[in-house]
């Protein structure tokens, strides 16, 4: 029997061990997702990858694959859900794009982009949280971080340094660092760790680097991320 | 949109850096075509202090003080259709990055603290507009038909979103004229 | 073991870490009594255990800020905690926690300028019975009233420890108003462990499959085919998990089951422990039912006494099982078995990513069985008196009887036992409710009734149920219970995933506008939208069942909700004009312009 599963029409094939978000990596079948990054362990928090399954909602980067999967992805209910969920995360922060360094190559943007979001929808929170620019090199803003633990994760798995992590619960959810002062220029944080390399907005940015690239010409300023992440691989 | 009639657009600019405005002026020379097809009631260009019935208004910047939301109010009622202009306009933007300071601080900071002002009070005339709390999206203060993103939208983004409007097309903006910054 | 910078702290946690041991799985149970120590878990502290448990600052962090009942700043001496379920609501705690609140100087959410007290509100502390209730420095006050809540404050003012306060203020009464075949017919400790040995696990295991049992906890997988999953997959241990997290508001079952009819609990972990191979369970108790801990030690002792726990049970050679208490501390998503399963490891209760799932991979990625505290009583009468008996009662679908936790507005709150398949109606009749209107049938995350449907039946094939069941009567707003149990869930989302973690907090933000008078009909469009998108995309049960009641109410009650509705089309997301007060104090204007 041949392991394929099919998405939107088309069939895929995968090995044992992928998931459904591997298997379409790999057919160059793009899904939308902000928490997920190859490299790292599957995490299913931002829920921008859900895909309907026989019928059943499921996070694509969790879900392992399975013959005989029928998969809906790029359909307009699915897309609207999406885009629903990506003003909830701008809603919920302080995603200021006309002032962040990020902007360009960020990916909660480029994904507002992608799925032709214009506006906030619900009503902004403007929650008040702590930027921290204690660290020579790297400069951490609450205000851009949407809980999506790539940082935690790469500290822990790649850099053995465990410098992230998230405290408070629902709302309050808060990324934290690993120093008795919970200052990032008090951690074993280097600029050259992967965990400053992965944030996919502008929660961790190095200093210094400003503007090198102007506005206009950044990495999804011409291209969706879509065709960004299944032409070149993760960036 | 109007029936050979020329479109009437009126504009302002809230909480905001007239950026918006300057973009729509950098359609260059598409504005001769512009003024074949659309006539402006109040706008920073015509000095008409008031609007009245239009087809379409476009507002710039959030709302930051009463004045704005008096401003704001007019122009829902007299416009068919009302457009929030820029990131400003839709999502607070820039002046939403006092939000989380507290008011008297700001208060003290413009009018006590700052260099030169020996003796400096906060004042009371009635005549300067009262700011809120909060920068909030005109969104949040008025029911918006349409939100055209940027910092400013890009002069080809709003020559396009105007152009589909008048000719009664649903406004569609390509890939590249969606910034957010 | 790094040595710690904050050698006074460390003195004082020394004795705890004697105490609890040093594996991280300890991580919760640890700061639960730095808690009691320092009133708080000071930076210090946070510094200081993790040097001992070996695990990075931002995990002990992490953990000290997800449970309600740890703080990173201080909370006083005394905190005490208002429990804020509807039923509390419906008994006048608002008033009687703003009383306390005056009357100690403190306001709710803040601690007062001696750090002596500090009052707040808590999601419902299982007391409905009884309320309105509150915790003490996690003890539980019932029967709330002014006398009551003068002599609290009497205590407190006399800086009195809480252990010696009188007695009466903590009882709690198990108010068991109608027994069946689990409360009612006495239980021999033993009784079925002795069954399942000479029945031997495979032929125990066929009897649970015989008798029908269904997880008592809401959702009803067959318990059969849990266990049976776990004794078959592979693993270094296997694992029995009592889910005694009883968090969903309205639901005190498991409290009395707990008080009175420990035995029949531990009997059934037991038995589980048979049928599925494992040599150690874990119960989860509620950190509101910290109560009941020492109690529930003290049984377990006397079935050790008794040859009911530890090495070769009844004799039964190589039949060695012990069973640990560990305590929640205030997150109603622990209830969620997952989650329950990270937070007894020592973590943030987060609900994992399934598959796989906690048969397989569980407590220790180990194979686990998770049930609810009455499945496992039942599972203790199926092992004595066999399958078959078990699947006389009940329905076809729902064998055996639902232990049914009732309060609101009737005249005898507390503990009905009926065989599966009565009606609603009966139930009414029988707690003796005065013109009955709805019922919250399995608490905020169930399902509102109205009064057309009271003939519809308790059992899975109608009305699944955890067993809350929460009566009011007419004139009763049913906008406001929404509007609570809209905060409820807020207040609980764990914050893991974006629908839920937003999503619940526009909801009540959206139903707070509402009761300001400032809703429209958008607004309901709004609701019925995010409800949607939270059932379709959320991680877990939570978000899932965190837009029922709004969605629930807006149909079986829009007019609750449309005659708060402005009659315009159109209202502004805030108050406009409330948002200019602060300008207007710093200015000290009032003119016309100073308005909208």
């Known amino acids: ?235 | 949109m109007t029936d050979g009639k020329k479109v009437r657009i009126a504009t302002c600019s809230l909480a905001g850096c007239f950026g918006c405005h300057m973009s729509l002026l950098d359609i260059d020379e598409r504005v001769f075509d512009l003024m074949q097809l659309v006539e402006f009631d109040r706008t920073p260009l015509t000095d008409i202090k008031h609007c009245g019935p239009c087809d379409v208004g476009i507002v710039e910047g959030g709302v930051c003080n009463a004045e704005n939301v008096h401003v704001l109010k007019e122009f829902r009622k007299n416009c068919k259709v009302l457009v929030a202009t820029g990131a400003c306009a839709i999502t607070g933007g820039l002046p939403a990055l006092r939000n989380n300071i507290d008011l008297w601080d700001c208060f003290q900071e413009v009018y006590q603290y700052e260099g030169g002002l020996e003796g400096g009070q906060v004042p009371n005339d009635p005549e300067l507009p009262l700011p809120f709390d909060q920068v909030r999206p005109i969104a949040e203060v008025v029911k918006v038909d349409y939100f055209l993103p940027g910092c400013p939208p890009p002069a080809d983004a709003i020559w396009k979103f105007l152009s589909d409007l008048i000719a009664g097309r649903e406004p569609r903006l390509d890939y590249e004229m969606l910034h957010f910054d | 073991m790094e040595p710690c910078e904050f050698p006074h702290i460390e003195q004082q946690l020394t004795p705890v870490f004697k105490r609890q041991g040093q594996g991280a799985d300890r991580l919760l149970q640890i700061l639960l009594e730095a808690q009691d120590i320092f009133h708080y878990i000071p930076a210090g502290a946070l510094d200081c255990v993790a040097a001992q448990l070996g695990v990075p600052r931002t995990r002990v962090e992490g953990v000290a800020g997800f449970y309600s009942f740890l703080s990173l700043e201080s909370v006083g001496e005394y905190r005490v905690l208002f429990s804020d379920n509807i039923t509390d609501h419906m008994l006048g705690k608002p008033e009687l926690m703003q009383y306390f609140c005056n009357k100690l100087w403190v306001e709710p959410g803040r601690v007062s300028e001696d750090d002596l007290v500090s009052v707040d509100s808590t999601s419902c502390t299982g007391m409905c019975d009884q309320g309105p209730a509150a915790l003490v420095n996690g003890w539980p006050l019932t029967s709330l009233d002014h006398n009551r809540l003068d002599l609290v404050i009497e205590l407190i003012r006399a800086r009195k420890p809480v252990a010696d306060w009188p007695p009466m203020l903590f009882e709690v009464g198990d108010n068991i108003h109608r027994a069946g075949v689990l409360l009612g017919e006495p239980f021999e400790a033993g009784a079925g462990i002795k069954a399942a040995l000479v029945r031997g696990a495979e032929a125990t295991l066929k009897e649970v499959e015989l008798s029908n049992l269904r997880g008592r906890g809401g959702a009803g997988f067959p318990t059969s085919r849990k266990w049976g999953a776990c004794r078959s997959s592979p693993g270094t241990a296997h694992y029995v998990v009592c889910n005694a997290d009883e968090g969903e508001p309205g639901t005190f079952k498991d409290r009395v089951l707990l008080t009175s009819h420990a035995d029949q609990v531990f009997e059934g972990m037991t038995v589980a422990a048979r049928v599925v191979g494992a040599a150690k369970g874990l119960l989860y108790l509620r950190g509101e039912y910290r109560y009941l801990l020492q109690r529930l030690q003290e049984t377990l002792a006397r079935r050790r006494a008794a040859g009911l726990l530890g090495r070769s049970i009844l004799g039964g050679a190589g039949f060695d099982f012990e069973i640990e208490i560990h305590l929640g501390a205030g997150a109603y998503i622990c209830g969620e078995e997952s989650a329950l399963i990270e937070s007894l490891e020592g973590k943030r209760g987060r609900p994992r990513n399934r598959p796989p799932f906690p048969v397989a991979h569980g407590y220790l990625d180990q194979p686990t069985v998770v049930d609810n505290v009455e499945t496992f009583a039942c599972a203790a009468r199926i092992a004595e008196k066999g399958g078959a008996w078990f699947a006389g009662i009940g329905t076809p679908e729902s064998s055996g009887s639902k232990i049914l936790s009732v309060s609101g507005d009737c005249a005898r709150p507390g503990i009905y036992e009926y065989p599966f398949g009565v009606t609603v109606r009966e139930v009414l009749a029988d707690c003796g409710a005065e013109e009955p209107f709805a019922v919250q049938v399995s608490g905020p995350s169930g399902t509102t009734l109205s009064w057309r449907e009271f003939d519809r039946r308790i059992c899975f094939e109608d009305l699944p149920t955890a067993g809350a069941f929460m009566v009011f009567r007419r004139g009763r707003d049913m906008f406001d219970a929404a509007s609570n149990f809209a905060r409820f869930f807020a207040h609980e989302s764990c914050g893991f995933c974006t629908p839920c973690r937003v999503g619940t907090q526009l909801q009540r933000k959206i139903m707070d506008k509402i009761a300001g008078g400032h809703g429209t009909a958008s607004d309901l469009e709004e609701l019925k939208g995010l409800g949607r998108l939270m059932k379709d995309m959320s991680h877990c049960g939570l978000g899932h069942t965190a837009p029922n009641p709004v969605l629930d109410t807006l149909e079986k009650f829009p007019d609750m909700y449309e005659r708060r509705l402005k009659a315009l089309a159109f209202e502004p997301a805030f108050d406009l004009d409330g948002a200019l007060a602060t300008a207007r104090r710093i200015t000290g204007r009032d003119d016309e312009w100073a308005h909208v």
Do not use: W
Not at chain 1, 49 to 61: D, E, I, K, L, T
């Open chain 1, 1 to 235: 029997m041949s392991d394929t599963l099919t998405i939107d029409g088309k069939e895929i094939p995968y090995r044992p061990g992928q998931t459904i978000m591997d298997a379409a990596m790999a057919a160059g079948v793009y899904i939308p997702h902000l928490c997920h990054n190859p490299e790292f362990k599957p995490h299913g928090s931002c829920k921008l990858c859900m895909v309907n399954v026989n019928g059943r909602n499921v996070a694509s980067c969790t879900m392992p694959a399975a013959s005989g999967m029928t998969v809906l992805n790029d359909t307009p209910e699915l897309n609207g859900a999406r885009r629903s969920l990506l003003q909830m995360l701008f809603a919920e922060g302080n995603h200021l794009c006309p002032v962040c360094e990020r902007s360009g190559n960020c990916h909660l943007q480029a994904l507002a982009y992608y799925l032709g979001m214009t506006n906030p929808h619900y009503v902004q929170f403007y929650p008040s949280r702590e930027v921290d620019a204690s660290h020579p090199d790297v400069l951490l803003d609450r205000n851009r971080c949407i809980m999506c633990e790539l940082c935690v994760r790469a500290s822990s798995e790649v850099d053995g340094k465990d410098v992230f992590g998230l405290s408070g619960r629902g709302i309050q959810t808060r990324l934290v660092v690993n120093a008795p002062t919970g200052l990032l220029g008090d951690s074993a944080l280097a600029v050259s760790d992967k965990a400053v390399q992965v944030c996919p907005t502008g929660a961790l940015l190095i200093k210094r680097q400003g503007y090198r690239v102007p506005v206009g010409r950044r990495m999804f300023d011409h291209k969706p991320i879509s065709v960004v992440q299944t032409e070149g691989g993760h960036d």
